[in-house]
């Protein structure tokens, strides 16, 4: 995937995992889509580790997997947060 490609699914895969745990954390696309190109590399590396699969592509493992590690990347953001 180029850099245009892991753009687009990370805007795709961070506005994903906001509308999936909304909340306070007061940030705007710019953060949206460097969460989501986290997420999919978090994603994309638990996926490889349990053999699901890994980020390839605008497939539906993909976009899966990628808006998975994004929650996670959006969690380990707001505990870093409220701290």
Request: net charge positive.
């Amino acid at each position: 995937m180029g850099i245009l490609s892991w753009i687009l699914l990370g805007l795709l895969v961070g506005v994903l995992a906001k509308l999936i745990m909304p909340g306070k954390q007061g940030f705007g696309i710019i953060m949206t889509i460097i969460l989501g190109v986290v997420g999919a590399f978090v994603g994309g590396f638990i996926g490889t580790l349990l053999g699901i699969g890994d980020i390839k592509g605008f497939d539906l493992v993909s976009i899966l997997l990628a808006t998975g590690g994004a929650i996670i990347v959006l969690l380990i953001y707001g505990a870093i947060k409220k701290k």
